[in-house]
């Protein structure tokens, strides 16, 4: 069984400069939510990477799940960014790194 995760890559749009505080708000509580209910791996904002606003890698049950996740994310909704989804199979000790 292959282990895979789903990055969420965050790409700023012509209106990010104009995101709201109650927008970026909304953002960390939906990421929040996604903590709390076990499917944030880990996220972050970049940082000297223009046109890049950041990334979380989500541990969901499919690829159809973390579309739909992708799509109710605020900065998303709001018109401020846009996303890639990129399927992610997950390479350790216990799967010799793919190998």
Do not use: W
């Not at 069984?1 to 789903?6: D, F, G, H, R, V």
């Not at 541990?59 to 401020?80: D, F, H, M, Q, W």
Request: with cysteine; glycine share 8%.
């Amino acid at each position: 069984m292959k282990n895979l995760m789903y990055m969420v890559m965050l790409e700023k749009s012509k209106t990010y400069n104009k995101v709201t505080k109650k927008v970026i708000t909304e953002h960390v509580e939906n990421i929040r939510r996604l903590d709390d209910e076990g499917k944030l791996e880990i996220c972050g904002a970049f940082q000297g990477y223009p046109g890049m606003a950041g990334m979380y890698i989500l541990k969901t049950e499919s690829r159809e799940e973390a579309e739909e996740i992708c799509n109710r994310e605020p900065l998303v909704t709001g018109g401020y960014a846009a996303y890639k989804l990129v399927t992610l199979q997950i390479a350790n000790r216990e799967n010799n790194y793919l190998l």
